[in-house]
């Protein structure tokens, strides 16, 4: 149902969902942590950050993460950004004409199936999935990117 590039992407948001929200995350880490080719999700990670759904920060300390509130980010929302949401309103058949006036013999089967799944995906947020993913008993957190502290005992470098 979902492109590879769909697919990744929930996979890796919902994993940004689980992070502190004020953290950066590293590509490196998501694509290792989900057994994702990194370079691949370099780019679909881009492409959402240019739509505004990541934010993204270059350097060391840098990375991804949500622009918004998990709560506020649906599966439906990743997902359209991806791919062409107009693909499910076609002919399971491949019919050129399939409406509900020149229906295909799978057309209302077919019709009630996408409605729900739209619905389905456009009511289910990043929350959601994080939240799920938590609940699995075999279910890693993946690492934050912070900035370096001093050793302990040491003391911090004062301004010159």
Same mark, same amino acid.
């Given at each position: 149902?979902?492109s590879?590039?769909?697919?990744?992407?929930? #996979? @890796?948001?919902?994993?940004?969902?689980?992070?502190?929200?004020r953290?950066w !995350?590293?590509?490196? +880490?998501? @694509? @290792? +942590?989900?057994?994702? $080719?990194?370079?691949y999700?370099? %780019?679909?990670?881009?492409?959402?950050?240019? #739509? *505004?759904?990541?934010?993204?920060?270059? *350097?060391?300390? *840098?990375?991804f993460?949500l622009?918004?509130?998990p709560?506020?980010i649906?599966?439906?929302? !990743?997902?359209?950004?991806l791919?062409?949401a %107009?693909?499910?309103?076609?002919?399971?058949? *491949?019919?050129?004409? =399939?409406?509900?006036?020149?229906? =295909?013999?799978?057309?209302a089967l077919? %019709?009630?199936?996408r409605d729900?799944?739209?619905?389905m995906?456009?009511?289910?947020?990043l #929350?959601?999935l994080a939240?799920? +993913?938590?609940?699995?008993?075999i279910s !890693?957190?993946? $690492?934050?990117v912070?900035p370096?502290?001093?050793?302990?005992?040491?003391? %911090? $470098?004062g301004?010159?």
């Open positions: 149902m979902f590879q590039a769909s697919e990744y992407a929930l #996979r @890796a948001l919902t994993e940004l969902a689980r992070s502190d929200q953290d !995350v590293l590509t490196s +880490q998501l @694509a @290792a +942590q989900l057994d994702i $080719p990194i370079h999700l370099a %780019k679909v990670l881009q492409v959402l950050a240019r #739509r *505004g759904m990541l934010e993204s920060q270059r *350097g060391r300390q *840098g990375g993460r622009a918004r509130s709560a506020d649906t599966a439906w929302d !990743v997902a359209s950004e791919d062409d %107009k693909a499910l309103h076609g002919c399971i058949m *491949g019919e050129s004409e =399939c409406s509900d006036e020149t229906a =295909c013999p799978l057309h077919w %019709k009630t199936i729900r799944f739209i619905r995906l456009q009511t289910t947020t #929350r959601d939240r799920f +993913q938590d609940s699995r008993p !890693v957190r993946l $690492p934050a912070r370096p502290r001093p050793a302990p005992g040491r003391a %911090k $470098p301004p010159l």
